[in-house]
């Protein structure tokens, strides 16, 4: 079993600035990729960034320019760095990973989520 731990969420003003961190633990032979999700009140989960083994990264159009993934100098970590937040970039943020816990079985895992609130 995988285990995705998130930390780093909070209240932040307009135009501020959040670091969201997240380890992984368990089951891990090896990972594929390693993003963060949101959702908000009333709305679907979306991808906000992605980043893979070989360093390819993904992001969620609004947030190209003011996000920024990354693995962490620890294994199986990722972050998001994350600036000039706006009131819209509230909501819950999830990490997730996909990879496999041996040669053949496949996971992917999602941690319990942080609370982000952009408000003055």
């Known amino acids: 079993q995988v285990q995705l731990v998130e930390s780093g969420g909070g209240l932040v003003l307009p135009g501020g600035s959040l670091r969201l961190s997240c380890v992984g633990s368990?089951?891990?032979?090896?990972?594929?990729?390693m993003g963060w999700y949101r959702q908000a009140p009333g709305k679907q989960r979306e991808l906000v960034a992605s980043?893979?083994?070989?360093?390819?990264?993904t992001y969620l159009d609004s947030e190209k320019g003011r996000f920024t993934i990354s693995r962490g100098s620890a294994k199986n970590t990722v972050t998001l760095q994350m600036s000039s937040l706006k009131p819209e970039d509230t909501a819950v943020y999830y990490c997730n990973a996909r990879g496999y816990s041996d040669l053949v079985r496949k996971f992917e895992a999602w941690g319990q989520g942080t609370q982000v609130t952009v408000s003055s």
């Open positions: 368990g089951s891990i032979f090896s990972l594929s990729a």
């Open positions: 980043i893979t083994s070989g360093g390819s990264t």
